[in-house]
């Protein structure tokens, strides 16, 4: 563990009770005592200097102190590059379990905003006609692979998931908060070389990319895509499946954000 | 099946005998039957349009033709982008079965050269004590995967995988053949943007990329990549899993390399 991730509930409090299963985890799995100290994010990224106050059987008190910068408990808990990384929300096309929870805890690592899945026409996976219960299900599990994976890299970006949605709650929900780069795998009119959209990109915006399903967007969804005045991408390389893709896409736009900041 | 790999023997006859296992990949798995036309590659990358010309039992004798610039058979099999890709060889630190089986599978998607297990101080995982049975053993996994990578992706690049070596055998089997980026989590003394690397690759030369394994490279090793006048490279982004940054360093450099080709 880099950095632990605190509970929903956790409100700034000095001193915190933890759950259970926290406690089991920090005591038994990472072999923590009281004085142990290790650092912490909050769900919005903050850093916090924390420390075993009390641990008695199952229930663990936490000291916490605002970290500021950096930490003094345990400093390597911070990546050696801090700046704020730019905004990036992945809508990704709904794929079988093993490979979303890949896409999820690999975009996760690399500081993704947002993850919001994406019910499209190819899509192997369609969760409309499943019961809320499982929605609620699989958007559980997901949560789970973000913490752990927050955990695991001490990202500063407390990446969400999105309940799942279709393409027009996707285009109404985005609205004009940003660029969007559509990433499809055969080329269609009109496409921008993907280093020209890069480059010609607004400031400090946030950014969207989107990302086909197995077997890519229709000529519907793409129809549809164009009309909002999207960027549409053909990545100079093979065909990938999508939980490359969506990596390999993540990748090149935040590492070029990164290295031609604004400020 | 996108495209299907050509097994090593064939040796561009006009008619080739299947063994049985491909032969049951073709006829059983994929239900082709005598008359089916599909896109093929040899084990250098060459196109052929194949068919079933008989089919008995486990044996299948296909017709086989050179494709050039594109297949007759099967025009799909071909990614839209078809340009020749940079040679890019990974050396990457090797990390436990699933994380590499993982990291062979997409590098060989996104088009690699060839992938090297690099034995470092870190590695969670060593060769060196084991039998050559079972680093044979691991190969032969390994050239699986690669191959089922290749069927599915129609990669025009047939990917390969070296035997495992120590970091002084990479650097005399290098030799001078082309520019070396390391890649290291930690930021040491004369480490230069990315983007200024790429910038100033000399043109057409093969490119190594060596990433770390769990826990980065130690400080000898970075010194003797040093001593040898590679390029060290920090990512601005998190701190990533060995998987993840190999096809993130992967990534934003076949897109640059292929954005701004020399031809």
Same mark, same amino acid.
């Given at each position: =563990?880099?950095?632990?991730?605190?509970?929903?509930?956790?409100?700034?409090?000095?001193?915190?009770?933890?759950?259970?299963?926290?406690?089991?985890?920090?005591?038994?799995?990472?072999? =923590?005592?009281?004085?142990?100290?290790?650092?912490?994010?909050?769900?919005? &990224?903050?850093?916090?200097?924390?420390?075993?106050?009390?641990?008695?059987?199952?229930? @663990? *008190? /936490?000291? @916490? #102190?605002?970290?500021?910068?950096?930490?003094?408990?345990?400093?390597?808990?911070?990546?050696?590059?801090?700046?704020?990384?730019?905004?990036?929300?992945?809508?990704?096309?709904?794929?079988? &379990?093993?490979?979303?929870?890949? /896409? *999820?805890? #690999?975009?996760?690592? *690399?500081?993704?905003?947002? /993850?919001?899945?994406?019910?499209?026409?190819?899509?192997?996976?369609?969760?409309?006609?499943?019961?809320?219960?499982?929605?609620?299900?699989?958007?559980?599990?997901?949560?789970?692979?973000?913490?752990?994976?927050?955990?695991?890299?001490?990202?500063?970006?407390?990446?969400?998931?999105?309940?799942? =949605?279709?393409?027009?709650?996707? /285009?109404?929900?985005?609205?004009?908060?940003?660029?969007?780069?559509?990433?499809?795998?055969?080329?269609?009119?009109?496409?921008?070389?993907?280093?020209?959209?890069?480059?010609?990109?607004?400031?400090?915006?946030?950014?969207?990319?989107?990302?086909?399903?197995?077997?890519?967007?229709?000529?519907?969804?793409?129809?549809?895509? =164009?009309? #909002?005045?999207?960027?549409?991408?053909?990545?100079?390389?093979?065909?990938?499946?999508?939980?490359?893709?969506? *990596?390999?896409?993540?990748?090149?736009?935040?590492?070029?954000?990164?290295?031609?900041?604004?400020?």
């Amino acid at each position: =563990m880099r950095t632990f991730i605190l509970p929903p509930e956790f409100n700034g409090e000095h001193e915190f009770k933890l759950s259970a299963k926290d406690t089991h985890y920090l005591t038994r799995v990472l072999r =923590m005592k009281e004085g142990s100290a290790f650092a912490g994010r909050d769900r919005k &990224g903050n850093g916090w200097n924390l420390s075993i106050i009390l641990h008695k059987q199952d229930v @663990c *008190i /936490i000291g @916490c #102190q605002q970290a500021g910068p950096s930490f003094t408990s345990a400093p390597e808990a911070l990546p050696a590059y801090n700046l704020k990384l730019r905004e990036i929300h992945v809508y990704i096309g709904l794929c079988k &379990g093993k490979k979303f929870d890949q /896409i *999820i805890r #690999q975009a996760t690592e *690399i500081g993704a905003t947002r /993850i919001v899945p994406l019910e499209t026409e190819h899509a192997v996976v369609t969760l409309a006609e499943k019961d809320l219960s499982s929605v609620h299900a699989k958007t559980a599990r997901w949560n789970t692979i973000v913490k752990e994976a927050l955990q695991q890299c001490g990202s500063q970006v407390p990446t969400e998931i999105s309940t799942p =949605m279709a393409i027009d709650g996707m /285009i109404s929900e985005w609205g004009n908060k940003g660029p969007v780069l559509v990433f499809h795998e055969a080329p269609i009119a009109r496409q921008t070389p993907l280093f020209e959209v890069l480059h010609n990109l607004p400031p400090s915006l946030p950014i969207a990319l989107v990302i086909g399903p197995e077997g890519g967007f229709s000529p519907n969804e793409i129809d549809r895509f =164009m009309s #909002q005045g999207f960027n549409s991408i053909l990545l100079k390389t093979n065909i990938l499946r999508s939980e490359t893709a969506a *990596i390999y896409a993540l990748s090149v736009v935040q590492s070029y954000l990164e290295e031609f900041r604004d400020e």
